[in-house]
């Protein structure tokens, strides 16, 4: 391994503990994460890139290692434009896998000399969405547990206003 950089990407629509656990067992292998929020083409967002990141920086106020950027078009561009060559990516179950598999294959024919890593979330984030999570939040269930407290709480809020 030689780049000491990675990037994350995704949705973060919003953050989940899942999230927050891939991010934490990416700084065990590497110097620093960048998170990476981008717009997913195939899904509408709850909350803005703004949103997002915000609630990333928040999470991880006390962690330098980490930082959150936003990209628009083509992951393999953003990989390009800040020379990181290794991404990371969550694996829960065996159903990522196929969607993992293709975007990795995609990814890795546009931009050969990248690598996309799977790390695998702790067992008791197995379950755990962003998709699930704003389910809960529009029917009302609750998602301590399952977000960050400031992800919740802007949760709430977002709710309290629809
Ligand atoms: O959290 P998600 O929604 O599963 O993340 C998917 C994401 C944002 C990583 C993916 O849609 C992406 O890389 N989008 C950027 C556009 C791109 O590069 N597409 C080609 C690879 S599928």
Do not use: C, W
């Not at 628009?72 to 990989?79: A, Q, S």
């Amino acid at each position: 391994m030689t780049t000491d950089v990675a990037v994350y990407p995704g949705s973060f629509d919003p953050l989940t503990n899942g999230h927050v656990d891939i991010i934490r067992r990416g700084l065990k292998v590497f110097d620093r994460v960048v998170v990476a929020v981008a717009t997913n083409i195939r899904k509408q967002s709850l909350f803005s890139k703004e949103e997002r990141i915000h609630l990333v920086q928040e999470t991880f106020a006390d962690e330098p290692r980490v930082e959150a950027a936003t990209f628009e078009g083509l992951l393999v561009d953003y990989m390009r434009r800040r020379g990181a060559t290794a991404v990371i990516r969550g694996l829960r179950a065996v159903s990522d896998f196929e969607y993992e598999f293709q975007m990795a294959n995609v990814n890795r024919k546009l931009l050969p000399q990248m690598e996309t890593l799977f790390l695998m979330t702790g067992e008791e984030h197995f379950y755990v969405s962003s998709h699930i999570v704003r389910e809960l939040a529009y029917l009302g269930g609750d998602v301590t547990g399952l977000v960050p407290p400031v992800v919740a709480e802007h949760l709430r809020r977002k709710m309290e206003q629809r």
